[in-house]
């Protein structure tokens, strides 16, 4: 469970600016200087790429430390929240070995937010353009879990769930929380009559939560079993980690 990295090629001013060197402008002023050098070249041209953990670059002979974003897959447990600071909780960042969480992209983040009763899989990245698209809702990404429902569903309550979600619930107000209308989600029933596995495509405010309490029941466990195509790997004990593989984050970057 080590450090996940992404070896691609990034601009010089990018790669020198989130590495504290100053703002934008004021490194293109440090490269055209001569400054910089990339695997013992002198590069003036800010707009050169260079590979994070591959290609050495020095400014004023002095290598950086640069290291590329990083991609985890994480199985969440409960009690931990999805944060990077809490000052009542333990965040899921807690269960990362490493203190330093800074990468090219930025430090350690959640994908999303999980209850902190919830568990299952959650993705951990430093990448903030991927992290912002599959948070947004404009994209619509399909998260699937397994609920738990207090109140066992016979036949014709589940059929009746299913229909009702299917054409999307209108859910009470909790908290700060507005009510609101769901968009439709699928229910699948197999197993225990009070276990389904629900997918929806958007991320409201204990959304699958508000969802049953509108059907008249209470969830009592929920796990993320998949978000887009990636699901979580069978392998991974609860707050156990590892680095996504590249085919994983390919199916990340198709959403």
Known sequence: MGNSTVLKPERLDRILANSGLGSRKQVKRIIHSGSVTVNGATVRDDSFKAVPGKDTIAVDGKELDVRADAYFMLNKPADYVCATKDGLHSTVLDLFKSD?????GGTLSPVGRLDIDTEGLLIVTSDGVLNHRLTSPAFHVPKTYLVHLKDSADEETRRLYTQRL??????????NEKEADCL???LEWSGPENSCVITIYEGKYHEIKRMFRALGNEVTYLKRLSMG????DPDLKPGEYRPL???ELNLLEKI
């Not at 330093?100 to 090219?104: A, D, E, R, S, V």
């Not at 195509?229 to 979580?232: I, Y």
């Open 166 to 175: 299917s054409q999307g619930i209108h859910i009470p107000p909790e908290g």
């Open 229 to 232: 195509s990636l699901s979580l």
């Open 100 to 104: 330093n969480h800074k990468y090219l």
């Open 184 to 186: 439709p989600a699928e």
């Open 245 to 247: 593989t590249e085919e």
